[in-house]
Every structure is written in C-alpha cells, then in structure tokens.
C-alpha cells in the first residue's frame, strides 16, 4: 500500500512539474508570437499586428507593441549571461534595435499603428530561463564628454 502512495505521489508531482512547463512554453511562444520580428519594419506594424493576431486580453487593440529586431538566440540569453537584474524584470546588458507601434485609431480587428525605430536596451521578465513578458525599453543615455 505505501509503495502505491508514493508512486501515486511521484505521478501527481510529475505531472504539476510538467503543466508548468507547458505554461511557461506557451508563454514563451507568446512572447517570440508578439514581440520578436528580425525583419521588422516602422511601415508594417498594422500588418504584421494583425498577422500575428496580438491584442488585449479583452480582443482589443493594444495601445503599443514592441518589436525586438533581433532572433531568439540572441533575446533568450538576456535570461542568463546577457542580462542583469531590473527591479523584478532583466534588463538586457546591450542595446537592441527595435520598433516600437503605437496605435493611431480603429477598432478590434481593423487596428491602425505608427512605428519608429529605436536602439534600446529592453527589460523582460524570465521564468525557468525564458523570456515570457516584455515590459519596456530602456533610453540610452549618451555620454558626449
């Protein structure tokens, strides 16, 4: 009987480590869906926003989305050796380019954004190694002395 308990608990602690896992993947593929683009360009916002279907939890238009101009092998390090820590978040040790899309107007399902162009260190939040939540860019002061 006590082998059968503790085989019991042996597969009900694998499958909670293995439901966080999936949540932390899905999360993470969320995250490249919405906020990675190498390709990205300031004119394509309004296309490739509604390509990727990235919107509020509620079906809106989010007010601003951040692309990073980078691939995932050079984002997910920021998780480890190429960041440091930010209050709660990671803040990247180098500047990336990015496109930041503000929204200009409409509706759900026919949002219209405005991108510029910017290089910026960024800020995520990590979990288990990866990076789930983009929550800024950080502006790069110049020293001109």
């Not at 939040?125 to 002061?141: A, K, S, T, W």
Request: contains cysteine; charged residues 25%.
């Amino acid at each position: 009987m006590e082998i059968m308990k503790s085989h019991a608990f042996v597969l009900l602690l694998s499958a909670t480590v293995l439901c966080v896992n999936a949540n932390i993947t899905e999360r993470y593929q969320k995250f490249i869906n919405q906020h990675i683009f190498q390709r990205m360009s300031v004119d394509r916002c309004t296309s490739v926003i509604a390509s990727r279907r990235i919107k509020t939890a509620d079906n809106e238009c989010k007010e601003t989305n951040t692309f990073i101009r980078a691939t995932t092998g050079l984002v997910k390090p920021i998780c480890d050796r190429a960041g440091e820590p930010y209050g709660e978040m990671t803040k990247s040790t180098k500047p990336f380019d990015i496109v930041v899309c503000k929204l200009k107007g409409g509706r759900p399902g026919h949002c219209e954004y405005r991108g510029n162009s910017y290089t910026r260190k960024i800020a995520i939040r990590c979990e288990q190694g990866l990076p789930v939540h983009f929550d800024r860019d950080i502006y790069l002061l110049v020293n001109t002395s």
